[in-house]
Antibody, heavy 121, light 105 residues
Framework: EVQLVETGGGLIQPGGSLRLSCVASGFTVSYYYMTWVRQAPGKGLECVSVIYSGGGTYYADSVKGRFTISRDNSKNTVYLQMNGLRAEDTAVYYC???????????????WGQGTLVTVSS | SYELTQPPSVSVSPGQTASITCSGYKLGDKYACWYQQKPGQSPVLVIYQDNKRPSGIPERFSGSNSGNTATLTISGTQAMDEADYYCQAWDITVVFGGGTKLTVL
């Protein structure tokens, strides 16, 4: 059974750092695109960062230069290191497995339960 | 950057058909998918590749995509279908619509 479990969220002051973890089971993360999607309170979904099966990465402009995505294949875990946190980063952060057949065929078939990050003084 | 537009809200009576639209430039040339999100829960994929249902998704959920509009249709809507629905496509990167709150009155 595929499962994604996120941890690491919490209350942090502006300018602080947090590292989110996403432990996967039932599949191998290095074979897939893995994505962090966030949802601010009462708002919609935003793709924050992707790590591709080949190891390449993508960042939304809103987090570029502040967030770093990585993975540990031995632990089957994906991380999101968040530095220089701002109030507007407050959101539930979801880890999701991205399926893709090429072209424009990309979608998320499994999501974690999410972890809440609150940036406030 | 590519944008997807959804109506903020749609209302439907139980047993009737609900249609939720998602508009984007030449969206029909891309694949569209849909997620259902209930309060306090993670999104769930209900339609992918325009019109395919993942295992476990009821047959009353269907999708179409042509021109500039993708549509999620829920036939015989039930109270349990009340949720937020998000469309998603891919253009250089993943793009989400703003979401539609479906109310079953």
């Amino acid at each position: 059974e595929v499962q994604l479990v996120e941890t690491g969220g919490g209350l942090i002051q502006p300018g602080g750092s947090l590292r989110l973890s996403c432990v996967a089971s039932g599949f191998t993360v290095s074979y897939y695109y893995m994505t962090w999607v966030r949802q601010a309170p009462g708002k919609g979904l935003e793709c924050v960062s992707v790590i591709y099966s080949g190891g390449g990465t993508y960042y939304a402009d809103s987090v570029k230069g502040r967030f770093t995505i990585s993975r540990d294949n031995s632990k089957n875990t994906v991380y999101l290191q968040m530095n220089g946190l701002r109030a507007e980063d407050t959101a539930v952060y979801y880890c999701a497995r991205e399926m893709g057949g090429g072209g424009s065929d990309y979608y998320f078939d499994y999501w974690g339960q999410g972890t809440l990050v609150t940036v406030s003084s | 950057s590519y944008e997807l537009t959804q109506p903020p809200s749609v209302s439907v009576s139980p047993g009737q058909t609900a249609s939720i639209t998602c508009s984007g430039y030449k969206l029909g040339d891309k694949y569209a998918c849909w997620y259902q999100q209930k309060p306090g829960q993670s999104p769930v994929l209900v339609i992918y590749q325009d019109n395919k249902r993942p295992s476990g998704i009821p047959e009353r959920f269907s999708g179409s995509n042509s021109g500039n509009t993708a549509t999620l249709t829920i036939s015989g809507t039930q109270a349990m279908d009340e949720a937020d629905y998000y469309c998603q496509a891919w253009d250089i990167t993943v793009v989400f619509g703003g979401g539609t709150k479906l109310t079953v009155l």
